[in-house]
Nanobody, 123 residues
């Protein structure tokens, strides 16, 4: 599966952005999907993930209550709605796919990656 992330940009603290990830070349509904981010000088970290439905949507603690992950299996799309953004959310955001529906948070557990989209939150 090929992944294409988009929707990043520059936003003021407290603002919102919606990231999108378009999937092609595979059966999207069969993939466990995740969002990761990598800030300058830091390791890539898990943000959120979602199975076939919204029944299982783990989040990293720092984004709980502010970010919402969702997917549209009919349109082969993954989304990340980000509200109440903070400067520490500044990073390149990557969408990733795992070719099994078992939940995972580790970077190495994901098999396919998009190219990343930059989110910059100004204070």
């Amino acid at each position: 599966v090929q992944l294409q992330a988009s929707g990043g940009g520059l936003v003021q603290a407290g603002g919102s952005l919606r990231l999108s990830c378009a999937a092609s070349g595979g059966t999207f509904s069969q993939y466990y999907m995740g969002w990761f981010r990598q800030a300058p000088g830091k390791e890539r970290e898990f943000v959120a993930a979602i199975g076939w439905s919204v029944g299982s949507t783990p989040y990293t603690d720092s984004v709980k209550g502010r970010f919402t992950i969702s997917r549209d299996n009919a349109e082969n799309m993954l989304y990340l709605q980000m509200n109440s953004l903070k400067p520490e959310d500044t990073a390149v955001y990557y969408c990733a796919a795992r070719d099994t529906m078992w939940p995972a948070r580790r970077r190495d557990d994901y098999h396919y990656w998009g190219q990343g989209t930059l989110v910059t939150v100004s204070s």
